[in-house]
T-cell receptor, first 116, second 112 residues
Framework: NAGVMQNPRHLVRRRGQEARLRCSPMKGHSHVYWYRQLPEEGLKFMVYLQKENIIDESGMPKERFSAEFPKEGPSILRIQQVVRGDSAAYFC??????????????FGEGSRLTVL | GENVEQHPSTLSVQEGDSAVIKCTYSDSASNYFPWYKQELGKGPQLIIDIRSNVGEKKDQRIAVTLNKTAKHFSLHITETQPEDSAVYFCAAKPGGSYIPTFGRGTSLIVHP
């Protein structure tokens, strides 16, 4: 999965703390998707961003979750006041092609959040 | 929005057998159907995809079929090998949307 870089790969937080997950898309690309994978479940869409703009956040929980993709630096998914139910793998993806409507996604290796 | 159902959730086969995973979708506007393979501890990787202007696509031991009338599509793996063991996800994306919707995944186990 070279190209889409996520960090940290593993993150442990206690209930009430904040979690920040970072993603850099494939070189030359300026769009990222965030998906969440709960244990024994599929990939659930959270948010789709381009630099400095949120395109679609229809899958984001209404509270505690936010995402940004600044002009400089990686995209950040931020979870405030984490609860045990936030424990999951969070994947970032970059469109494979510069044609954004093709739907072809290249995923990173994921960030695995564990909330104690 | 789009809803994708995937079956079975677990599939166990002997090495050399074929494996078939089936998905249905709800949005008749969907026109792109990718399949991803996820190995343990890794991110999903695109292995094959099909668009609504074709009914079948093949790449070595894997093939996908699409029935737009019935709104279902399938992944076929022939001559399975232990390294095919992984979780497989189907997805569907409506035309005009940027967001693929994924199925819940199928855990394929190939016994040597």
């Amino acid at each position: 999965n070279a190209g889409v870089m996520q960090n940290p790969r593993h993150l442990v937080r206690r209930r009430g703390q904040e979690a920040r997950l970072r993603c850099s898309p494939m070189k030359g690309h300026s769009h990222v998707y965030w998906y969440r994978q709960l244990p024994e479940e599929g990939l659930k869409f959270m948010v789709y961003l381009q630099k400095e703009n949120i395109i679609d956040e229809s899958g984001m929980p209404k509270e505690r979750f936010s995402a940004e993709f600044p002009k400089e630096g990686p995209s950040i998914l931020r979870i405030q006041q984490v609860v045990r139910g936030d424990s999951a793998a969070y994947f970032c993806a970059s469109p494979l092609s510069h044609r954004l409507d093709t739907g072809e996604l290249f995923f990173g290796e994921g960030s695995r959040l564990t909330v104690l | 929005g789009e809803n994708v159902e995937q079956h079975p959730s677990t599939l166990s086969v002997q090495e050399g057998d074929s494996a078939v995973i089936k998905c249905t979708y709800s949005d008749s506007a969907s026109n792109y159907f990718p399949w991803y393979k996820q190995e343990l501890g890794k991110g999903p990787q695109l292995i094959i995809d099909i668009r609504s202007n074709v009914g079948e696509k093949k790449d070595q031991r894997i093939a996908v079929t699409l029935n737009k009338t019935a709104k279902h599509f399938s992944l076929h793996i022939t001559e399975t090998q232990p390294e095919d063991s992984a979780v497989y996800f189907c997805a569907a994306k409506p035309g005009g949307s940027y967001i693929p919707t994924f199925g819940r995944g199928t855990s394929l186990i190939v016994h040597p």
